[in-house]
């Protein structure tokens, strides 16, 4: 096909899509990684996750990484109240973290606000286009 696709619904990964062999000759997704953005913790993710594992890290690496950074720091500061509900309560209060890709805050309805970042893939290869702050 000759025009763009945008594809949406659950993150993928653009090595999945590859796989699937699109049909269109650039398509577009939005992700919450991109390895290959201007940002420092981002890239020495990648190039630690390519070591260990001898592949590209992908969005789920990534998200699982931050996932487990943001319940450390929770669990952490609710030392004298180790629950379930002191942790949700620390995760609540998280503001600006330092995730991999940009700062990560929860707001009051816990829900997790990241940055987005709108990817092509075409013959060329995987190039992110652009990146929208969490907001």
């Not at 890239?43 to 943001?70: G, I």
């Amino acid at each position: 096909m000759s025009v763009p696709i945008l594809v949406a619904g659950d993150d993928v990964s653009a090595r999945v899509l590859q796989l699937n062999k699109p049909r269109s000759k650039e398509l577009y997704f939005i992700t919450a990684f991109a390895a290959d953005i201007d940002a420092p913790k981002a890239v020495e993710f990648a190039k630690r996750y390519k070591a260990a594992f001898s592949e590209e890290a992908d969005v789920h690496a990534a998200l699982a990484y931050d996932a487990m950074k943001l319940l450390h720091e929770a669990t952490i500061r609710s030392k004298d109240s180790l629950t379930l509900p002191g942790i949700r309560e620390e995760l609540v209060k998280l503001k600006d973290f330092p995730g991999l890709s940009g700062p990560l805050s929860f707001t009051a309805e816990r829900q997790l606000l990241r940055p987005a970042f709108v990817v092509r893939l075409d013959e060329a290869g995987v190039k992110t286009v652009k990146r929208y702050p969490a907001e």
